[in-house]
């Protein structure tokens, strides 16, 4: 009789891309409902259920238990055993996955991870983790079969790995991450096709990989690029193509933002204002009175500058960086939310006083793109959510690189786009957007500053503080851009350069800021590893082979 498979439910370790390993963490709200899909599927299989073999750790047992409950007839036999646990991560266990990656590096981390001689720092072997998963099948799970029982599986990623290599008669040396999904039911068969997809997956989630690892730089480099090619071609990009252009990565990238957080987060929206009061209240403060003291161009867009809401990358960047992911998740929408409305209370003061509304269409124009870039893709996430709950957890876990690799191109498009197509050559131009970097770079570090100063006044969970760090110094530049395009149309002889020089400072600024958070996580694994006597992270020593 055969025997079914299931990866536990979206955990909250998942949702908040950490290692949790032996650690146990609850299912998410989406986990549970994955569940409950998970358990339609599993009747759909139309056979009785003989046998659930179950992990002992609290997110498979949920995932196990939502499902017999749910059963036509409940299975005569429940097995919970710790030799289905994942694996022991070691000083990884509990830390963010990103970050991991980000500070030993693509080989190193394969090499920990994804190798058959593979063990991570004070956790478990590959080869120990093969050997109980074979030893559990062979002797437990195949006189099980042999005896025409129907048996589920409820374990974890790694796990169910080893069940596919075995079944499949995959060598110990040609292992690699197969990417198993939350809470979708998979047979012998689907495990056999899994270990022995075409070398081109494997190379697929390489790339997402080196994706997650070199994100910022990729983002950089492809700003310089952008700047490069439109000097050599010299095309110059209408406004409106521009926000038209920068909107699809913006939305694809909100979109796996979205995707991933539970909606039920979002309660509390407003109540993110506190924690960074003070600093919003003088940033507010300075933006309105510029807005109402001069009606210059200049002091228009510094103004913008200062009222701007996160980025809606802030949440992306939190989950990279390891920070609570809830919290930027909250702020950037009420910001993005709220703080129109402050403008437009301010724009309608300034007509008071006879000022002629030029703000206006640029502030239409703001709420397009927020609209295209964060309403429309969050109302397709929840969506999503709600209808397929097992295929939202799969884009989430294993595509949200795509979203990620939106960056990318949006900063060539930008910097293309900014770049005037006359070149840089002109009387004044290279100084003035030098001039405009060095200004745009002193206000961002006056925002870091800022922000470090609140939290001396208010201290938060690190979590929580890292996302305050990033919701506070990573502005919506796109909307600024989008709003100083209205405002200072760009012509093909004269194209601004004050939008080219914001936008290289922030591309710029966000692979020096990972630079600085990875100095400070490579340190801590280094004294967790120091403190526990174990190898250096890049000279781990190889094991032999399983048998």
Do not use: C
Not at 224 to 247: T, Y
Request: aromatic share 8%; proline share 7%.
């Amino acid at each position: 009789m055969p025997l079914f498979f299931l990866r536990h439910g979206e955990s909250h370790a998942n949702e908040q891309n950490r290692f949790a390993g032996r650690l146990d963490t609850p299912l998410t709200e989406l986990g549970l409902r994955q569940a409950l899909q998970a358990s339609e599927r599993v009747a759909a299989l139309d056979v009785r259920i003989d046998e659930v073999h179950v992990s002992s750790l609290a997110r498979a047992r949920q995932t196990a238990d939502l499902i017999i409950g749910r059963l036509p007839e409940p299975p005569g036999h429940l097995t919970v055993s710790d030799q289905l646990v994942e694996r022991d991560f070691g000083i990884f266990s509990g830390r963010n996955k990103s970050l991991v990656k980000k500070s030993i590096g693509f080989a190193a981390y394969t090499d920990f991870f994804h190798t058959h001689t593979g063990v991570p720092p004070g956790g478990e072997s590959w080869a120990a983790m093969y050997r109980r998963t074979a030893d559990y099948y062979n002797s437990v799970l195949m006189p099980a079969d042999r005896a025409g029982r129907t048996v589920l599986i409820v374990a974890h990623k790694y796990i169910l790995e080893m069940f596919a290599l075995i079944i499949a008669g995959v060598p110990p040396q040609e292992y690699r991450d197969l990417k198993i999904p939350n809470a979708r039911p998979l047979g012998e068969g689907d495990l056999r096709r899994i270990a022995t997809a075409p070398a081109a997956a494997g190379l697929l989630n390489d790339f997402g990989e080196v994706v997650e690892i070199r994100l910022p730089l990729m983002a950089a480099v492809a700003a310089v690029l952008g700047v490069l090619l439109q000097l050599l071609v010299g095309v110059q990009v209408p406004p409106w193509a521009f926000s038209s252009m920068s909107a699809v990565p913006l939305a694809i990238g909100s979109f796996f933002v979205m995707v991933r957080v539970d909606p039920q987060a979002h309660r509390g929206t407003l109540g993110s204002f506190r924690l960074v009061a003070p600093l919003l209240l003088v940033r507010l403060t300075l933006g309105l009175a510029l807005l109402w003291t001069d009606h210059g161009l200049p002091t228009e867009l510094a103004a913008l500058f200062l009222l701007l809401p996160p980025a809606v990358i802030a949440p992306s960047l939190s989950l990279q960086w390891g920070g609570d992911y809830f919290f930027a998740v909250r702020h950037t929408v009420a910001a993005s939310l709220t703080l129109p409305v402050l403008l437009l209370a301010g724009i309608a003061l300034l007509e008071t006083d006879g000022h002629p509304g030029s703000l206006w269409p640029a502030l239409t124009m703001y709420a397009a793109v927020l609209l295209i870039s964060m309403l429309l893709p969050g109302l397709g996430a929840r969506a999503l959510r709600g209808r397929g709950p097992i295929r939202a957890g799969s884009l989430s876990t294993n595509w949200n690189w795509v979203g990620d690799l939106a960056l990318v191109p949006l900063a060539f498009i930008t910097t293309f786009a900014l770049t005037p197509a006359t070149g840089l050559g002109q009387p004044g131009r290279a100084t003035s957007l030098l001039t405009v970097m060095a200004v745009t770079g002193t206000g961002l570090v006056g925002l870091r500053l800022a922000s470090m100063l609140v939290q001396r006044l208010r201290p938060s969970a690190a979590g929580v503080a890292r996302d305050i760090f990033i919701t506070q110094n990573t502005p919506n530049v796109f909307l600024w851009l989008t709003m100083a395009a209205v405002l200072a149309p760009a012509t093909g002889s004269h194209p601004s350069v004050s939008g080219l020089g914001v936008a290289l400072v922030f591309f710029l600024t966000i692979y020096l800021d990972e630079r600085v958070v990875l100095h400070g996580h490579t340190r801590g694994l280094e004294k967790t590893r120091q403190s526990i006597s174990l190898p250096a992270l890049r000279e781990q020593p190889e094991l032999p082979e399983p048998a």
